[in-house]
Structure formats: structure tokens, C-alpha cells
């Protein structure tokens, strides 16, 4: 099982629609979770950290199941600046270790 | 404004050269780390350093070298033993504050490396 893993998509949506992302992650001592966003030819920007509790940002939502080892991100009333590739991390080796896994990413294109 | 600045911004190599890619910081932070991207592929890990004059080999080092001889910079060397080369190259820094668990990384704007 890869490390990180996430639905390549693309994931094609209209405007205003909602729509989720999933990752899973195989190490269970994981630590750490967070969602980047990457444009096309960019360098990739942290757009949230994921806490146990789950927690959201204006549109965004982030939420983690240790249980499951995996993470989601719920992005609703979707804008055309949304289109981008959102990438899944985690700090696979726990407290201590500064070191991130990234995901291959998932690419979203929102539709006028 | 504190940030990360890579340079250049495009780089173009011959083949059998060495090339120097540049990644200075302003944040005060601790940790940099270099990684390269490749077409439809996540992020690998280079080479990273959480203090200054040491640094860690990542999961791809092998035909990359590194200095930390300041804080503000991880320069990476891309050397003529590395078989492919052209990609984009990412540089990150992150704190290394006592037991914090949410290291998140900063990228600079990458250098794209071509070898002609």
C-alpha cells in the first residue's frame, strides 16, 4: 500500500456544486495532515491543516478518521478559482520528524 | 515580506554539467528541504536539513549534493550523475519549534530545469 494515496480525477464540476476529495495513508503513528493546493506550473501553497476534531474555513472543510486512515476535503459552492490540484499530506513518521508525504494530488476543474 | 525565493526561475543544462540551484529564506525557520516534481507525479524528497551545517539525504539523492552553511540557504547542486535531471525543482522551509506536530511547509516558486 502507498503511503499516500488520492483519486488522480480529474473531477470535472459546475459551478456552485460541492464536491469531496479523499486520501488515504498508511502509516498509522501518522501525526500530522494537511491539504495543499497546487496551480498549474506552481509551487503547491497550504490551504489547511486537518485536526482530529475536523475543521473548516469560509467554503472548506477538513476533516480526519484515524480509524480509517483517511483524510477528506469538502469544498462547497465551488468557484472557477477552485480549479487547481489538491494534494494530500501527511507526516507519515510522527512527532519529532519533520518530514511530509505527498500525494500525487487530485486534479479539480470547476465548469462555468 | 518574509518568504522563500528560488532562482532562477528557468534553468537550461547541457548534459554532463553541474548546475547550482539557489533557495533562500527570510522566516527564521529551521528546516529546508528540496524536492523534485515530475509531470503527474507527487513531490520526492531530496535532500533536507534541520539545522545548519547538516543535512539528511531524502528518498532520491543520489546525483544531488547540498550545503547548509547559513540558515537562509540550502542551495542544491544537480550533478552530471544524475541520469534525468529535468524537472522541477522545489524548494520548502518549515519550523522545528520544540514538539509542535504541525510542521507545515512553505515552497518557494521552483526552478524548472531542462537538460538539453
Known amino acids: 500500500r502507498k503511503e499516500v494515496e488520492q483519486d488522480p480525477g480529474p473531477f470535472n464540476v459546475p459551478e456552485g456544486a460541492t464536491v469531496a476529495f479523499n486520501c488515504t495513508y498508511s502509516?498509522?503513528?501518522?501525526?500530522?495532515f494537511f491539504w495543499y493546493r497546487q496551480d498549474c506550473r506552481k509551487e503547491p501553497k497550504l490551504l489547511m491543516s486537518v485536526y482530529s476534531s475536523g475543521n473548516e474555513d469560509g467554503r472548506f472543510t477538513a476533516q480526519l478518521n484515524r480509524a480509517s486512515q483517511y483524510i477528506s476535503l469538502l469544498i462547497r459552492d465551488s468557484k472557477l478559482s477552485d480549479s487547481a490540484t489538491y494534494l494530500c499530506v501527511v507526516n507519515p513518521s510522527g512527532a519529532g520528524s519533520y518530514q511530509l508525504t505527498f500525494g500525487k494530488g487530485t486534479k479539480l476543474s470547476v465548469i462555468p | 515580506d518574509g518568504g522563500i525565493t528560488q532562482s532562477p526561475k528557468y534553468l537550461f543544462r547541457k548534459e554532463g554539467q553541474n548546475v547550482t540551484l539557489s533557495c533562500e529564506q527570510n522566516l527564521n525557520h529551521d528546516a529546508m528541504y528540496w524536492y523534485r516534481q515530475d509531470p503527474g507525479q507527487g513531490l520526492r524528497l531530496i535532500y533536507y536539513s534541520q539545522i545548519v551545517n547538516d543535512f539528511q539525504k531524502g528518498d532520491i539523492a543520489e546525483g544531488y549534493s547540498v550545503s547548509r552553511e547559513k540558515k537562509e540557504s540550502f542551495p542544491l547542486t544537480v550533478t552530471s550523475a544524475q541520469k534525468n535531471p529535468t524537472a522541477f525543482y522545489l524548494c520548502a522551509s518549515s519550523m522545528t519549534s520544540g514538539g509542535t506536530s504541525n510542521n507545515e511547509q512553505f515552497f518557494g516558486p521552483g526552478t524548472r530545469l531542462t537538460v538539453l
Open positions: 502509516n498509522s503513528a501518522s501525526q500530522s
